[in-house]
DNA sequence: CACATTCTGGACCGTATGTTCAAAACGGCG
DNA sequence: CGCCGTTTTGAACATACGGTCCAGAATGTG
């Protein structure tokens, strides 16, 4: 029953969050998101209600994304833990990428003005606060933390790196020396376990 | 000679601040800068150039304040540079200001497309590593810390450290949890030393 | 006091913005 | 095929925006 879309809404929506996380919400006009995805205004806001609701569909699959990730990490042996752990960060310092991770640039941009996106991005780090946790946790078990540790602390400390990586590769600081901080901050956690 | 101005610049830059802070740079009309400063249109024109202008004035100067932090925190005896490394991470743990750093919200919003914003976000950051990794060589000086690590390395981590907890306190991360993250990357840091 | 110079307030301008709308286009269904 | 509900399109709209301008006010100088 009635005209069948010409879009697929996903794509629409990678397209969307590659224009946000280039120029920010504020940043961004409706003329340019409807450039970047390729549909006209009438149909983006027959989609997705307004420039906001769009930016929110956008910020909470991009969330989802993250959560994923979170998980993701948790999966393999246990031992292993900490070379996740320690790939992950590594990741995040050694890109290039100036637009950066949309969570970090969506909750510094809107977390004080939109309570949705506020609450969205809270979520999120909840999740990633619990993923890190239980990577620790892991690698207790596995002998490769101190287990007399405090988990969720050295969880934090790990998100907190990442988060901080990020920040220092948005502002150009050296990728060489953000991988010799992310390997520091592993090298640090793994000092605590009984046996080094 | 002509007539002289009515207001203390300083203090206009000191509310613009408070109002991009707020708003971010897209997100603050040049007529809320205005009611802000106190100052008509034309005045603020007639003194900083344009919006950008503004903004970068504004930027300049807190960044200036930033590179003055870090020279600060490097004052006082050696055998409590850790200490005062703590108390940097603390302050800023124990911050619920969800506006949050001018420095990080500059840089997250507009570091990919004003390059004079970027480069001064990059000075920025080079001073506070070039502070950070300071403060690790008076603590290993004064045996706080293993003098056989790398102060680079320790520094990175102790900005990277306070630029996520920054990151987590703008998306609303319980204080409690963002204290004890600073207290085991700074507890972290002290455990690498000799007699410890 | 008159002049030159600078600053102030706010009206004004052109444009870009977010949003709406009516009509056309389309495909499923009887 | 013709109807119905939906989507598409692009023009149109009101407003908000960044920026300009100028008449007048305020000062130091001759």
Redesign the interface.
Known sequence: MGRPRKFDEREVVVAARRQFN??????TSVDELSRATGLSKGSLYGAFGDKEGLFRRVFDDYCAGTDEGAASRLEGPEDEALDRARDWLRTTARSTD???CLL??G???L???NPAV?AR??A???TL?AGCRGLIEQAQRAGRVDPGA?A???G??L??????????G????DPS??L??A???ID??A??RPSG
Chains 1, 2 share one sequence.
């Open positions: 280039e120029t920010g919400f504020h940043g100036p637009r950066g970090a640039k909750t510094a941009e977390a004080s003005e506020a991005a809270n999120a780090y909840t606060l405090d969720a602390a050295l934090g400390v998100l907190t790196t990442q988060r901080g990586l990020e920040a220092l948005r502002a150009g600081v020396v953000r010799a901080i390997d520091a901050t640090g956690i000092a605590s």
